[in-house]
């Protein structure tokens, strides 16, 4: 079965530090990898994803991922974070013929000024 | 706004009674995903479908839940005999695609729904 597990819960950074999110997830075949973040009171959204090829993958707003296959990781980053980005970040696979997504438990960051 | 809505965004009931939600996706978008979210916890997949057909069901929907999209347009969710474990945020997404798994999924606001 597909799982995906999210390492921190709860983040807290200083502007214009560095982020690092992790996620590994669980499942031997092909994967697609998603990261959605949900800023309060907005929907979810799709902040990058990862399908086939280059394994660094860039995003909105400044935000990248690289998949690791021999560490099944597809680990979130960003160089410097911003009071704006302040907001719960999933993970999330789809793996082999399925549609549907499955997600980690997902990590709150919170960015101070 | 073009993007997925869902009605009603909050739903109070009280144990015992039927619920139905309401999906509208994005026009052009022939998949359509139902996902349940409680406190502390990502989304959990419910049902899918492509068109009017449905395609996969999560053994999380028991019974109670019946999903439909009668004419692969907007799509209902209702639960029957409502428990208080039903209590959750009901998001809806979608997709276009023709074949496969890539589409990106687009999210609705969600329905919370709170039972007594």
């Known amino acids: 079965a597909q799982s995906v597990s999210q390492h921190n819960h709860h983040v807290i950074l200083s502007e214009a530090a560095s982020l690092e999110l992790g996620c590994n997830y669980s499942y031997g075949g092909t994967v697609n990898l998603f990261w959605y973040v949900q800023y309060p009171g907005q929907h979810l959204q799709l902040l990058l994803k990862?399908?086939?090829?280059?394994?660094l993958v860039k995003g909105i707003k400044g935000f990248e991922a690289e998949f690791i296959k021999s560490k099944f990781s597809f680990n979130l980053r960003k160089p410097s974070v911003q009071w704006s980005d302040t907001a719960e970040y999933f993970c999330?696979?789809?793996?082999?013929?399925?549609?549907?997504?499955?997600f980690g438990t997902g990590t709150l960051l919170a960015v101070q000024p | 706004d073009t993007g997925v809505s869902q009605d009603p965004r909050h739903k109070i009931t009280k144990r015992g009674q039927n619920v139905t939600f309401r999906c509208d996706p994005i026009s052009e978008h022939n998949r359509l995903y139902w996902y349940r979210q409680t406190l502390g916890q990502g989304p959990e997949f419910l049902t899918y479908?492509?068109?009017?057909?449905?395609?996969?069901k999560s053994r999380l929907l028991s019974d109670r839940f019946s999903a439909e999209r009668p004419k692969g347009s907007f799509s209902t969710l209702e639960i029957q005999r409502t428990e208080q474990g039903d209590s959750a945020m009901y998001l809806c997404a979608s997709s276009f695609g023709l074949a496969g798994p890539l589409g990106e999924q687009f999210f609705g606001p969600g329905t919370r729904l709170t039972v007594l």
């Open positions: 479908f492509q068109n009017e057909a449905q395609l996969e």
């Open positions: 999330a696979v789809m793996g082999g013929a399925t549609n549907k997504l499955i």
């Open positions: 990862y399908f086939s090829g280059d394994p």
